[in-house]
């Protein structure tokens, strides 16, 4: 086809001059998409899209020249769009999961500080005490521990109070730290 007739046909929305541009320039820009890209549905989308875009502009080209421009720069655009969004979505996974390994390294480490603190201050107790709380962490009830010990629910009582006392106070540094974070 000539290229004023194309221009004109595709300013009167005719289907058969689009056809033509299509089969005579799908196959190139197809293989133009696939030196940036290398995947066959995405080209093909892209090529596609270039197609509608065309489609909806199709008053404002005045030759053949101008078209075949036209939609190499539209497929290189999209292609290059395509690339830098792969590349910001590999960037932001690839800081997403740094940053979660990080709190992750981070956050275990501040964990087994505070179950060392816990442990050298829960040693720290005086036997009864350690025993009694220790029964008490495991889910024993007071009368279990009373009938366990032969010691009365007072006494356990008064165990536990002693022990909770001496832990809150030792670890109040902890407790603020924890409450800080």
Excluded at 8 to 19: A, M, T, Y
Aim: charged share 25%; hydrophobic share 40%.
């Amino acid at each position: 086809m000539q290229d004023n007739l194309i221009i004109n046909l595709l300013g009167k929305d005719q289907e058969k001059s689009f056809r033509y541009l299509y089969e005579k320039y799908v196959v190139q820009l197809r293989y133009f998409a696939a030196k940036y890209i290398d995947d066959k549905m995405a080209v093909a989308d892209i090529v596609q899209d270039a197609f509608v875009r065309l489609w909806e502009k199709k008053s404002q080209f005045q030759d053949e020249n101008t078209i075949k421009a036209f939609l190499y720069r539209v497929v290189q655009n999209a292609c290059i769009d395509l690339i830098r969004h792969h590349e910001a979505a590999q960037n932001y996974t690839k800081h997403v999961i740094a940053e979660n390994e990080e709190d992750s390294f981070l956050d275990n480490i501040l964990e087994t500080e505070i179950f060392q603190a816990l442990r050298t201050v829960f040693n720290e107790l005086p036997p009864a005490c350690k025993e009694v709380y220790l029964l008490s962490l495991n889910g024993k009830s007071h009368e279990q521990i009373s009938q366990l010990l032969d010691i009365s629910i007072n006494t356990i009582k008064k165990h536990k109070n002693n022990a909770n006392h001496y832990m809150r106070e030792r670890l109040k540094h902890i407790l603020s730290i924890l409450l800080y974070i």
